[in-house]
């Protein structure tokens, strides 16, 4: 526990597990690499499916909605470029 308003650096993997390692996501990926993704579309306003980790067709039309938003191509996959307009990766 710290004081309200330290500054805290938190070190590794995003997801909490592994090697800190980002795989592009598409239909049928599972897990918490899909959860983070859906929940910054949900957050966005873009996707309006259930929060739980199965990139399903309702995930893919949310992304290639973010990725006509962001004019890129309208691929339905989450990769690098999608992870830092994300805001999950800086």
């Not at 592009?24 to 499916?49: A, H, P």
């Amino acid at each position: 526990m710290v004081t309200e308003g330290t500054t805290v650096h938190i070190e590794g993997p995003i997801t909490g597990i592994g090697k800190g390692e980002l795989i592009n996501l598409s239909v049928g990926s599972k897990g918490n690499l899909v959860q983070l993704v859906q929940e910054r579309l949900k957050f966005d306003g873009i996707y309006k499916g259930k929060v739980n980790g199965i990139y399903d067709s309702e995930t893919e039309r949310a992304v290639k909605t973010f990725q006509r938003n962001n004019n890129i191509a309208e691929t339905g996959v989450i990769s690098k470029r999608e992870y830092l307009l994300l805001g999950i990766l800086e």
